[in-house]
T-cell receptor, first 113, second 113 residues
C-alpha cells in the first residue's frame, strides 16, 4: 500500500546536537511538507517542497533545514539553533495534479534533553 | 494572510448525541477548506474537503460540513457520535492552487457514555 513513512517514531537527543528526521513516500507525490505540532498551537509549517531540488521556507523555518534530492524523500534536520525543538513533527505529501488533499505520516516525537 | 479559527478548544458530547465543531477562516479569495482528525500520537486523516460546488459536503465516518461564505465558516457536523469519534479535529484552509495548508489550533472531542 502507498503511504508516508516517518522514522523513528520516538527520538531523543541531547541539547546542542543536530538531528535528522526521515520522511519517505511511495505515493509518487511531487509536493512534500514538514509541520511542527505543539499542544494548543495546531500545526505550523516549517518547510515545503513542490519539486525535487527545490524547497521553500514555511512560517517557522528558523533552526531547521531540509533537502529534496529524491522525489520520495524529504528529510528534516533540527539544528542546534532551534531554541525549543521538543515537539511532534509531521510530514505530509500531495499530488499537485489532483485535489485530494494532503496525506500525512504518523509523526516523529522528538524530545531534547 | 490566510488564517483559521477554531473557537472551541475542548468539547464533551454524550454518545449518540449530535455534534457541531466550529471553524471560521480568513482568506481573500475562494478558499479550499479541509477537516482532519487526529488520534493521540498519530498522523492526520482527511475527513472531508471543499473546493467548489455544493456547499454541503459529505465525508468519511458519517461527517459532513457546510461552507457558508457569508459567515466565513466551515462547520463540521455529525448527527450521532460514537465513542470512537473521540479525537482531535483540525480545520484547515489552503490558498489558491492548494500549495500551502494553514491549520486551526484544533478542537479536542471527548465522548461520554
Amino acid at each position: 500500500d502507498g503511504g508516508i513513512t516517518q522514522s523513528p517514531k520516538y527520538l531523543f537527543r541531547k541539547e546542542g546536537q543536530n538531528v535528522t528526521l526521515s520522511c519517505e513516500q511511495n505515493l509518487n507525490h511531487d509536493a512534500m511538507y514538514w509541520y511542527r505540532q505543539d499542544p494548543g498551537q495546531g500545526l505550523r509549517l516549517i518547510y515545503y517542497s513542490q519539486i525535487v531540488n527545490d524547497f521553500q521556507k514555511g512560517d517557522i523555518a528558523e533552526g531547521y533545514s531540509v533537502s529534496r534530492e529524491k522525489k520520495e524523500s524529504f528529510p528534516l534536520t533540527v539544528t542546534s539553533a532551534q531554541k525549543n525543538p521538543t515537539a511532534f513533527y509531521l510530514c505530509a505529501s500531495r499530488d499537485r495534479d489532483r485535489d485530494d488533499g494532503y496525506t500525512f505520516g504518523s509523526g516523529t516525537r522528538l524530545t531534547v534533553v | 494572510a490566510q488564517s483559521v479559527t477554531q473557537p472551541d478548544i475542548h468539547i464533551t458530547v454524550s454518545e449518540g448525541a449530535s455534534l457541531e465543531l466550529r471553524c471560521n477562516y480568513s482568506y481573500g479569495a475562494t478558499p479550499y477548506l479541509f477537516w482532519y482528525v487526529q488520534s493521540p500520537g498519530q498522523g492526520l486523516q482527511l475527513l472531508l474537503k471543499y473546493f467548489s460546488g455544493d456547499t454541503l459536503v459529505q465525508g468519511i465516518k458519517g461527517f459532513e460540513a457546510e461552507f457558508k461564505r457569508s459567515q466565513s465558516s466551515f462547520n463540521l457536523r455529525k448527527p450521532s457520535v460514537h465513542w470512537s469519534d473521540a479525537a482531535e479535529y483540525f480545520c484547515a484552509v489552503s490558498n489558491f492552487g492548494n500549495e500551502k495548508l494553514t491549520f486551526g489550533t484544533g478542537t479536542r472531542l471527548t465522548i461520554i457514555p
